[in-house]
């Protein structure tokens, strides 16, 4: 019985702390292939490294400064959008590894990794809604 708790313990924790990174996939998937192109153009692991950090950090503060200057709400829609599908899709294969010897595969399946990734996309978009307004409200 303990060993059960066990696991359903550290299947929600592991759950709190994977959410906690999917909402930030489109920084990682960006400093991820600025760092493998710049190990493949010849670079060393520091120089991928700083590369990698700098490409997240920029595509952040990208979608931050169109949340800020930007006065059309379809253009603020649009960046919150391209954040959050990644979001969306890391969401969809988090719950999919999670749940898929836990469920037939079918339609529920389907249907329970579909909302949580919708619920992961519009967290993401929420999380970065709010970091926006509060960097451009002072």
Same mark, same amino acid.
């Given at each position: 019985?303990?060993?059960?708790?066990?696991?359903?313990?550290?299947t929600?924790?592991f759950?709190?702390?994977?959410?906690?990174?999917?909402?930030?996939?489109?920084?990682?998937?960006?400093?991820?292939?600025?760092?493998?192109y710049?190990?493949?153009?010849?670079?060393?692991?520091?120089?991928?490294?700083f590369?990698?950090?700098?490409?997240?950090?920029?595509?952040?503060? /990208? &979608?931050i400064? =169109?949340?800020?200057?930007a006065?059309? *709400?379809? +253009?603020? @829609?649009?960046? !919150?959008?391209?954040? $959050?599908v990644?979001?969306v899709?890391?969401?969809?294969? /988090? &719950?999919?590894g =999670?749940?898929?010897?836990?469920?037939? *595969?079918? +339609?529920m @399946?389907?249907? !329970?990794?579909?909302? $949580?990734?919708?619920?992961?996309?519009?967290?993401a978009?929420?999380?970065l809604?709010?970091?926006?307004?509060?960097?451009?409200s002072?």
């Open positions: 019985m303990s060993l059960i708790l066990l696991a359903i313990s550290l929600i924790a759950c709190i702390f994977a959410y906690n990174l999917a909402i930030y996939a489109l920084p990682f998937m960006v400093g991820l292939s600025a760092a493998q710049v190990w493949g153009a010849g670079g060393g692991i520091l120089l991928s490294g590369s990698a950090l700098g490409a997240a950090l920029i595509s952040i503060g /990208l &979608v400064a =169109v949340l800020g200057f006065k059309n *709400p379809a +253009l603020r @829609l649009i960046a !919150l959008a391209v954040f $959050a990644p979001a899709i890391a969401g969809y294969a /988090l &719950v999919h =999670v749940a898929k010897n836990a469920i037939d *595969p079918g +339609l @399946l389907n249907l !329970l990794c579909g909302s $949580a990734g919708l619920f992961i996309g519009i967290a978009m929420v999380n809604n709010a970091l926006g307004v509060s960097l451009f002072r």
